[in-house]
Each structure stands twice: as C-alpha cells, then as structure tokens.
C-alpha cells in the first residue's frame, strides 16, 4: 500500500480546491432567469370544500416534483377592488431556475398523475407564466 505524507496530501487538496473554484468568465456563465408558472383552478363545485381539500392534496403531492424551487398553495384574498380577481378556488404558484425546468415538471409522471387523478375536479384553469425580465447589469 502506497502511504501519502500529510503535507503532499494537503497540497493535493488546495491545488484541486482551487482549480474547482476558477471562476468562468460571465458572459460564459448560463444565467439565470426564474420562471414562474401560476395556475387558478376553478371547482365544478366552488362551495364543496371537499373538493378544494382534495384538489389542495393533490397538489401538495405535486410540489414533490424535484425541478419546483418554491410553490405557494393559495386561497382567494379577502382583498376586495375592482382590479382583483377572486372566482377562482384555488391557485398554484412555482417558481423554477428556468424555462428548462419548468418543462421538465410539465412532463415529469408526478404531474401526469396528478392531471389524471384530479382533472374531474375543475371545469376551468388558467395559467398565467413568467419569465424574469434580464437586468442591464
């Protein structure tokens, strides 16, 4: 067996560790450009709360996705002005790195199986999607 003194190992280290943090030029770098997708579900049965609990269910088993960085379950507001938007059930927000990812999570099983297993349960969805607006940094 070949014995490796401490000071050659610790120089071996410092040398990869530094080579693994060279910084890439930044126009090299992919930047990032968050990508929301924000669903509103409308219930065939806006008054059953079971439905909405089952419909809220089916998303939180969604938010297991592994592309979702962030997602908000939400109920209307009791917001109450001409401009705000309150029929809908039950909304549905995520936030992704990027487009790519989102796309991901359009076709990943976890999602084909909650349309399957929860689609009976709305008669509308609207989907408004969002891409972060690049700074002139």
């Not at 050659?8 to 992919?30: D, Q, Y």
């Not at 992704?96 to 999602?111: G, K, R, S, V, W």
């Amino acid at each position: 067996m070949k014995t490796i003194k401490r000071r050659s190992f610790l120089t071996n280290v410092a040398i990869t560790s530094a080579l693994g943090a060279v910084a890439l030029p930044s126009e090299a770098k992919p930047k990032k450009k968050t990508f929301i997708h924000h669903v509103y579900f409308w219930l065939k049965n806006p008054s059953s709360e079971a439905d909405r609990s089952k419909l809220i269910e089916g998303l939180t088993a969604l938010s297991k996705v592994p592309t979702i960085r962030f997602h908000h379950i939400g109920l209307p507001a009791s917001t109450n002005r001409s401009v705000i938007e309150r029929s809908y059930s039950v909304s549905w927000m995520l936030f992704f790195d990027n487009l790519a990812e989102e796309e991901i999570y359009q076709t990943h099983p976890i999602h084909l199986k909650f349309i399957a297993d929860y689609s009976h349960l709305w008669e509308k969805v609207t989907v408004f999607d969002s891409e972060e607006v690049s700074s002139s940094k």
